[in-house]
C-alpha cells in the first residue's frame, strides 16, 4: 500500500488548507483501517489531526476539532483534510498515514508534503 500527499504548499494566513491522499494497493474502505492526517511543525514533534475510518466515520484532534474536516472520495481511493482558519502554527510537514485499528501503530505513511502559512 502506497500513500502520496497532495496539495499546494503555500497557504496565505486566514486561508484554507486543502491537503489529498491518494491511496494505491489497498483499499481505504478495508475492515478496521483508519486513514489518518498527521503533522510535524519545524522543530517540534508529530501530531496526530485526526482520522476518517473505513466505516466513514471521522475523529479530530479536540484542539484542532473546530477548524478541521476530513473526508473522503471512494470512487478515487482518496480521503482528505481541510483545515480552515490557518495560522503561522499550522506551518508543518503534513503527512497521511494508515492504521489497522484505531490508536494502532501506523502500517502505512506518505513521504510528506511541506506546507508554508504565509502573512
Known amino acids: 500500500v502506497q500513500l502520496q500527499e497532495s496539495g499546494p504548499g503555500l497557504v496565505k494566513l486566514s486561508q484554507t488548507l486543502s491537503l489529498t491522499c491518494t491511496v494505491s494497493g489497498g483499499s481505504i474502505t478495508t475492515n478496521y483501517y483508519y486513514w489518518s492526517w498527521i503533522r510535524q511543525p519545524p522543530g517540534k514533534g508529530l501530531e496526530w489531526i485526526g482520522h476518517i475510518a473505513y466505516s466513514g466515520s471521522t475523529y479530530y484532534s479536540p484542539s484542532l476539532q473546530s477548524r478541521t474536516s476530513i473526508s473522503r472520495d471512494t470512487s478515487n481511493n482518496q480521503f482528505s483534510l481541510q483545515l480552515s482558519s490557518v495560522t503561522l502554527e499550522d506551518t508543518a510537514v503534513y503527512y497521511c498515514?494508515?492504521?489497522?485499528?484505531?490508536?494502532?501503530?501506523?502500517?502505512?505513511r506518505g513521504q510528506g508534503t511541506q506546507v508554508t502559512v504565509s502573512s
Open positions: 498515514a494508515s492504521a489497522r485499528g484505531m490508536g494502532t501503530a501506523y502500517v502505512y
